[in-house]
């Protein structure tokens, strides 16, 4: 058993956590350079809890410009063992409206701006990611949504486009028409994908702000009602991670569903041939691994 640390990775207009006790905003350094921000650590309900604004206080970050890697390998350092990630996005189902949460659990991946991988040369490893999101978590958001009277649809699938702008109409109708696509976003990838390589529990609740530019009586995505849209979806966001520490026990059992043991097998550099550069860089998301070795 070890103690349960929730990681709260909060998108546009979701800046803090109410009611957290003990609060501090800490800055936490990492090998990767410095994440998005200070992270506001504190207890709620008698469990752990550590929150990082992705954009950084005030909306500085692009989703390109994002640092990933250090986002997650400081919440690592900080002991997070399980992270709900909290993202505007925008809609390709008529059913998934402007204010209902999608708990994703698959992602196309479209981004080409950006560092997807903690590992490299000197350091080989692979993980899978074909189930990228943690279903037990997945299933903790959705109670947390209903108990605070969010519409919320358990699973979809989260296109991750580059940004800034976004899609053209014929993009949307592609992803949506022919890639079977449900929500789309610009900031949950390569965050899944980290999360799995520094064995953690990682789930995506996707706050829909808009139908993307494909609705016919929506017309192209307008940013003053992204942002009405996304300040009221904030409060939303609040109400569910409120209720998060009662669902998840403080003493923390393995996941069932193996998320935080990915790298068991994963790694294929042979322990005399590893880059001790890249070992000293990975001695928080690797650290189990490497202690062992």
């Given at each position: 058993?070890t103690?349960?640390?929730?990681?709260?990775?909060?998108?546009?207009?979701?800046?803090?956590?109410?009611?957290?006790?003990?609060?501090?905003?800490?800055?936490?350094?990492?090998?990767?350079?410095?994440?998005?921000?200070?992270?506001?650590?504190?207890?709620?309900?008698?469990?752990?809890?550590a929150?990082?604004?992705?954009?950084?206080?005030?909306?500085?970050?692009?989703?390109?410009?994002?640092?990933?890697?250090?986002?997650?390998?400081?919440?690592?350092?900080?002991?997070?063992?399980?992270?709900?990630?909290?993202?505007?996005?925008?809609?390709?189902?008529?059913?998934?409206a402007?204010?209902?949460?999608?708990?994703?659990?698959?992602f196309?991946?479209?981004?080409?701006?950006?560092?997807?991988?903690?590992?490299?040369?000197?350091?080989?490893?692979?993980?899978?990611?074909?189930?990228?999101?943690?279903?037990?978590?997945?299933?903790?958001?959705?109670?947390?949504?209903?108990?605070?009277?969010?519409?919320?649809?358990?699973?979809?699938?989260?296109?991750?486009m580059?940004?800034?702008?976004?899609?053209?109409?014929?993009?949307?109708?592609?992803?949506?028409?022919?890639?079977g696509?449900?929500?789309?976003?610009?900031?949950?990838?390569?965050?899944?994908?980290?999360a799995?390589?520094a064995?953690?529990?990682?789930?995506?609740?996707?706050?829909?702000t808009?139908?993307?530019?494909?609705?016919?009586?929506?017309?192209?995505?307008?940013?003053?009602?992204?942002?009405?849209?996304?300040?009221?979806?904030?409060?939303?966001?609040?109400?569910?991670?409120?209720?998060?520490?009662?669902?998840?026990?403080?003493?923390?059992?393995?996941?069932?569903?193996?998320?935080?043991?990915?790298?068991?097998?994963?790694?294929?550099?042979?322990?005399?041939?590893?880059?001790?550069?890249?070992?000293?860089?990975?001695?928080?998301?690797?650290?189990?691994?490497?202690?062992?070795?």
């Open positions: 058993m103690d349960t640390v929730i990681g709260i990775i909060g998108g546009s207009g979701v800046y803090d956590i109410d009611g957290l006790q003990d609060a501090e905003w800490t800055t936490v350094g990492t090998p990767w350079g410095m994440p998005s921000d200070q992270i506001l650590t504190g207890t709620l309900n008698g469990v752990r809890m929150f990082l604004p992705r954009h950084g206080r005030g909306h500085v970050h692009t989703p390109t410009t994002v640092p990933y890697r250090a986002n997650i390998d400081a919440l690592k350092r900080l002991g997070v063992t399980d992270v709900f990630s909290v993202s505007a996005c925008g809609s390709f189902r008529e059913e998934m402007p204010g209902d949460f999608v708990i994703v659990d698959q196309i991946d479209r981004t080409f701006g950006r560092d997807k991988s903690f590992f490299g040369p000197g350091f080989v490893a692979h993980v899978s990611v074909a189930h990228p999101t943690c279903p037990r978590l997945g299933e903790v958001a959705e109670t947390a949504a209903r108990g605070a009277g969010i519409t919320v649809h358990q699973g979809g699938t989260y296109l991750a580059e940004g800034p702008q976004f899609s053209t109409l014929a993009e949307s109708k592609l992803y949506r028409e022919v890639w696509c449900d929500v789309i976003g610009m900031t949950n990838m390569p965050e899944a994908k980290l799995r390589e064995e953690l529990c990682y789930a995506s609740i996707a706050m829909v808009d139908y993307d530019s494909w609705h016919p009586d929506h017309g192209e995505v307008d940013v003053t009602d992204i942002i009405r849209t996304a300040g009221e979806n904030a409060d939303k966001a609040r109400a569910l991670v409120k209720r998060l520490p009662d669902l998840l026990s403080p003493d923390r059992a393995p996941c069932p569903h193996g998320c935080d043991r990915a790298l068991e097998f994963a790694i294929l550099t042979a322990p005399d041939k590893r880059d001790p550069e890249m070992v000293k860089k990975l001695d928080a998301v690797a650290g189990r691994i490497l202690r062992d070795a």
